[in-house]
């Protein structure tokens, strides 16, 4: 006890006290907190946490995930000195890009998850690889609908990087392997699953002939699944979904879903805490782009022990 006083005595009086490890500060800021897919990252979250050791998580994030106000107003609370590192899930690549720089200069380290930013400042962005995802539902729905007919595809909101950049693969491989298939409609429909329902009621009024349908995210699978039922088409339309959740595989199950690409978002979230600790202790991991694949999901395939694994929480 009078060493320990003593020590306490020297820091206080003639500022020597010892360099004492402290955990690190990490916040993770996800596009919203009414998706299913932001619990199953969480869980590679914490994984990496624990396995980090000395690691303290803060987990916030906007209710819906076209509030960029919200994200950006959160980001700038956390932009402060005793947070070490920022995982974030960037609901506008451009919007969010300011912000993110000012953190960094004030010396926090950030990751991009899910979503790419504009700009350099970040130190790794961890991914699905969204473009061959949309690729990956271009083809199944070309080869349900033999190459030929109408399809639609329902976005979420403008700048959000992943849900484009699966429309975008979507779109381009119908036009390089399957000409015969016309886009007749590439609609925005929010970012909340209500927003998402209204729209695809929407489209379908205005296209009820279109032969396939492409929703690129887990809010808007959801609205156009509820759509095609409330106007009797549920399973008569070819439908693609993307993500996972009770309801979607219900309706894949009912064959009113005709296959859902399925993230690993719980590899996502493991490998941006990952990258986050290194960052913020100085051994940057590379290389900056780190990508994950993802996986058709069928009626056929879903019960597989590996398929399971990516779809209960």
């Known amino acids: 006890m009078k060493k320990w006083m003593s020590l306490l005595l020297a820091c206080i009086m003639f500022s020597v006290c010892p360099a004492y490890p402290r955990d690190l500060n990490v916040?993770?800021?996800p596009k919203s907190r009414d998706q299913d897919f932001w619990t199953f990252m969480r869980q590679g979250v914490e994984r990496a946490v624990q396995e980090a050791g000395g690691v303290r998580l803060t987990w916030r994030g906007p209710a819906h995930n076209d509030d960029v106000e919200s994200q950006v107003q959160i980001l700038r609370i956390y932009s402060r000195p005793d947070v070490?590192?920022?995982?974030?899930?960037?609901?506008?690549?451009?919007?969010?890009?300011?912000?993110?720089?000012?953190?960094v200069a004030q010396g926090i380290k950030v990751v991009a998850v899910d979503s790419a930013l504009d700009g350099n400042a970040h130190a790794n962005f961890v991914t699905t690889d969204n473009v061959a995802a949309g690729r990956l539902a271009a083809e199944r729905l070309a080869g349900l609908l033999n190459r030929q007919g109408s399809v639609a595809v329902l976005r979420t909101v403008p700048g959000s990087g992943s849900t484009d950049d699966r429309a975008n693969g979507f779109i381009d491989y119908l036009k390089k392997h399957a000409p015969q298939l016309t886009v007749?409609?590439?609609?925005?429909?929010?970012?909340?699953?209500?927003?998402?329902?209204?729209?695809?009621?929407?489209?379908?009024?205005?296209?009820?002939?279109?032969?396939?349908?492409?929703?690129?995210?887990?809010?808007s699978a959801d609205g156009m699944l509820r759509a095609l039922r409330q106007a009797g088409l549920a399973g008569k339309k070819k439908f693609l979904g993307f993500d996972s959740t009770d309801f979607l595989l219900d309706g894949l199950r009912r064959q009113e879903i005709h296959g859902l690409v399925v993230q690993d978002p719980r590899?996502?979230?493991?490998?941006?805490?990952?990258?986050?600790?290194?960052?913020?202790?100085?051994?940057?991991?590379?290389?900056?782009?780190?990508?994950?694949?993802?996986?058709?999901?069928?009626?056929?395939?879903?019960?597989?022990?590996?398929?399971?694994?990516?779809?209960?929480?």
């Open 27 to 29: 916040v993770f800021i």
């Open 84 to 103: 070490d590192a920022i995982i974030i899930a960037a609901t506008d690549r451009a919007r969010l890009a300011g912000p993110v720089r000012q953190a």
């Open 184 to 219: 007749v409609a590439d609609e925005y429909g929010g970012g909340t699953r209500g927003k998402a329902h209204r729209s695809a009621e929407l489209l379908l009024r205005k296209y009820p002939d279109v032969d396939g349908i492409f929703a690129v995210n887990e809010s």
């Open 267 to 313: 590899q996502m979230g493991y490998l941006a805490m990952k990258a986050a600790v290194a960052a913020a202790r100085g051994n940057a991991v590379k290389p900056a782009l780190i990508q994950t694949e993802a996986v058709m999901v069928t009626l056929d395939n879903h019960r597989k022990p590996e398929i399971q694994a990516l779809l209960v929480p």
